[in-house]
């Protein structure tokens, strides 16, 4: 008896229909599960591949708009009816393509390079091409660390943006 190349090969004589249903029954499942478990991880791995470049991309925004977006606009330690204090602002300018959120991570600096104090700001809304000022919020610093930080400065730590979509 002669079969074609792509035929699958004939039962072995004397092989039990249940063996020969199992045989050929199992054997289009196994490829199909295969065939879809190969498609799943494929899909998969696309799907990590575009999250990791979607988080690649953010990062970068941020350090960009560390260096370009965001600017220490005045950093200086003032006397006041209360004693001394700290005034710290950030300049924003939203050099992106859609309105953006900031949030802004400094410190304050003595002029030996201790810090003295984290420094805080945040920018919502920010329009394309836009700039505005910002105090940093939250400083508690001592008058007794003020005089011993001298003239000091400021420095901006981390710049994390995000841009506002349809759906925000």
């Known amino acids: 008896m002669t079969h074609a190349p792509y035929a699958p090969l004939p039962p072995k004589p004397g092989m039990s229909t249940g063996k020969k249903i199992a045989l050929f029954g199992c054997l289009p499942a196994t490829v199909l599960g295969a065939l879809l478990f190969g498609g799943c991880a494929v899909i998969g791995a696309t799907a990590i591949n575009e999250v990791d470049k979607s988080v690649k991309s953010a990062k970068a925004d941020d350090a960009r708009a560390e260096k370009e977006d965001v600017k220490v606009a005045a950093c200086k330690v003032s006397e006041s009816v209360i004693g001394l204090g700290l005034e710290a602002t950030v300049k924003?300018?939203?050099?992106?393509?859609?309105?953006?959120d900031y949030v802004i991570e400094g410190e304050f600096l003595?002029?030996?390079?201790?810090?003295?104090?984290?420094?805080?700001?945040?920018?919502?809304?920010?329009?394309?091409?836009?700039?505005?000022?910002?105090?940093?919020?939250?400083?508690?610093?001592?008058?007794?660390q003020l005089e011993k930080a001298g003239d000091g400065s400021c420095a901006i730590v981390d710049v994390s943006r995000s841009e506002w979509t349809a759906a925000n």
């Open 110 to 144: 003595a002029e030996n390079g201790d810090q003295v104090s984290g420094l805080l700001a945040t920018v919502t809304n920010l329009a394309p091409g836009k700039s505005t000022t910002q105090d940093f919020g939250g400083v508690l610093v001592s008058s007794g």
């Open 92 to 100: 924003v300018t939203n050099h992106g393509d859609e309105r953006a």
